[in-house]
């Protein structure tokens, strides 16, 4: 069956937490801590009892305190798997929030609406882990109850859904636009100096600002931001070779981009670009 990943009241955090993707739609309910979100070049300050849409797609990553209490429940999903379910019941605009918006925040106006959402994550959670339930069952109970999901949380979005949070700070704006400025030109000879002086802020606060409300370092975004779209470019421009695909990504020679992509992949370029064409013909 297509695979509906459960996660209920995850603890702790991650050691080595990089801003990633992944194909799958989440949906992400924040518990308790200290977190900023950055998804691509937005930054959610989390409050308890935020519910995260993301469509995968872009860069994400939690950015936490040290020593930060971090509880979160998350739910991913391929559209697929439910959209024939949805087709049938006329409800197909409920997935529009994430191929339409592709992340929003929805910040529910009482704790009872919050628990709502987490009485139908932890349901869920006690369907995936029931080893009773037969495996067909199994994924009709966890289908229906996704959908039961995805109708309150849009109901909630009608009135809470935020593109952006209200109210930022001034950290937060600074450091959103310093994503998007690479989000814009990460292709070209990126610098800390050269984003400085189009931002017209100062290079060390560029390096600290962007720290402390993302957790890691520009030339880090950057690179993160460029190996996404080599991925993308090595699946869709298959006629085009890993030299020219290195220069339009950014990267100062090919031998440096082979490195890279191997060192943060695990693979080489050249064989993860056979997998993903192997994965898309086998689909067809």
């Not at 695979?3 to 991650?14: A, C, D, H, W």
């Not at 469509?55 to 991913?76: E, F, T």
């Not at 593109?163 to 950290?171: I, P």
């Not at 339009?248 to 992509?261: I, K, L, Y």
């Amino acid at each position: 069956m297509d695979k509906i990943s459960v996660n209920y009241r995850l603890t702790g955090k991650y050691d080595n937490l990089k801003a990633h993707s992944h194909l799958e739609y989440e949906i992400y309910l924040f518990h308790q801590g200290t977190c900023h979100y950055l998804i691509d070049n937005q930054i959610y300050d989390l409050q308890p009892g935020d519910i995260l849409l993301m469509d995968g797609l872009a860069l994400h990553k939690p950015n936490l305190p040290a020593d930060s209490v971090y509880v979160r429940s998350h739910i991913h999903f391929l559209p697929h798997t439910v959209m024939p379910a949805l087709d049938g019941l006329g409800a197909q605009m409920l997935l529009e929030v994430f191929h339409q918006l592709h992340h929003c925040l929805i910040r529910p106006e009482t704790s009872k609406q919050s628990r709502e959402v987490e009485l139908l994550i932890k349901q869920m959670s006690e369907i995936s882990e029931d080893i009773t339930i037969p495996s067909k069952e199994k994924e009709w109970q966890l289908k229906t109850s996704l959908i039961q999901l995805l109708i309150v949380v849009n109901q909630l979005g009608q009135n809470a859904s935020q593109k952006a949070v209200s109210e930022q700070y001034e950290k937060a704006q600074h450091a959103e636009n310093i994503a998007s400025y690479i989000q814009q030109h990460y292709h070209e000879k990126l610098s800390i100096e050269q984003i400085a002086s189009a931002l017209t802020i100062s290079k060390s606060y560029v390096s600290h600002v962007f720290k402390e409300m993302t957790g890691y370092t520009v030339m880090e975004y950057v690179m993160a931001t460029r190996l996404k779209q080599v991925k993308f470019l090595l699946e869709i421009e298959e006629n085009k070779s890993l030299q020219q695909i290195a220069d339009e990504c950014g990267f100062e020679s090919v031998s440096h981009f082979s490195r890279f992509f191997k060192k943060h992949v695990g693979i080489t370029a050249k064989k993860y670009r056979q997998k993903r064409l192997e994965i898309d013909k086998g689909s067809e």
